[in-house]
């Protein structure tokens, strides 16, 4: 099985980089995954990590440490409609994705 | 435009009654998934299918049922026998050789019980 553990809540200001983290424990770990999900709306894939290092995506960029079993998601410049949860998930056998409980992004003006 | 549709978007259960929750996609995707959020929660996964006719349990499968007899449809049906039925429920698929990672998401059933 799998587990992932994030931050329940983070705050920041408009402009400002904020950094999500991201801690799994897990067998049979193929990768890491973030999704966005506005309130009451559908989780959008953000990005996929299967190896080591950082995956850049327009203002976000995503970073996995396989010998670590962390990774984090890195917001810059943000805007107001930057607020909303974030998920990890980890990606294993089976074809299944366990997802973290999810990180609460508060952009403030 | 391609994508998932979950139908109804609102749907009221009454004791021990059975509801059952629609889920299609033109996707041309393999893999379909079903997932129950709860408030500030993170997503559980229901059921999964990977190929018509076939399905597995999840991590959270009592109380609930699924059929895959057509490649876009995965229909959810909550049963009686799940207690405590209100959650957000989420449909994805994925392609059949992109892997697990990126999950395309339906827009949810909110299921209350009345």
């Known amino acids: 099985g799998q587990s992932l553990e994030q931050p329940s809540e983070v705050t920041a200001v408009e402009g400002a980089i904020v950094q999500i983290n991201c801690t799994y424990q897990t067998s049979g770990f193929y990768g890491l995954s973030w999704y966005q999900q506005h309130d009451g709306g559908a989780p959008t894939f953000l990005s996929y990590n299967a190896l080591d290092g950082l995956e850049e995506t327009g203002r976000f960029s995503s970073f996995l440490s396989r010998s670590d079993s962390y990774g984090y998601l890195l917001l810059q410049e943000l805007q107001m409609k930057d607020s909303a949860s974030y998920f990890c998930?980890?990606?294993?056998?089976?074809?299944?994705?366990?997802f973290g409980s999810g990180t609460q992004l508060t952009v403030l003006p | 435009d391609g994508g998932i549709t979950q139908s109804p978007k609102y749907l009221f259960r009454k004791e021990g009654q059975n509801v059952t929750l629609s889920c299609e996609q033109n996707?041309?995707?393999?893999?379909m998934y079903w997932y129950r959020q709860d408030p500030g929660q993170g997503l559980r996964l229901i059921y999964y299918s990977q190929i018509v006719n076939d399905f597995q349990k999840g991590d959270i499968a009592e109380g609930y049922s699924v059929s895959r007899e057509k490649k876009e449809s995965f229909p959810l049906t909550v049963t009686s026998a799940q207690k405590n039925p209100t959650a957000f429920y989420l449909c994805?698929?994925?392609?059949?050789?992109?892997?697990?990672?990126?999950?395309?998401f339906g827009s949810g059933t909110q299921l209350s019980v009345l």
């Open positions: 996707l041309n995707h393999d893999a």
């Open positions: 998930a980890g990606s294993g056998s089976a074809r299944q994705l366990t």
């Open positions: 994805a698929s994925s392609p059949a050789t992109g892997g697990n990672e990126k999950l395309f």
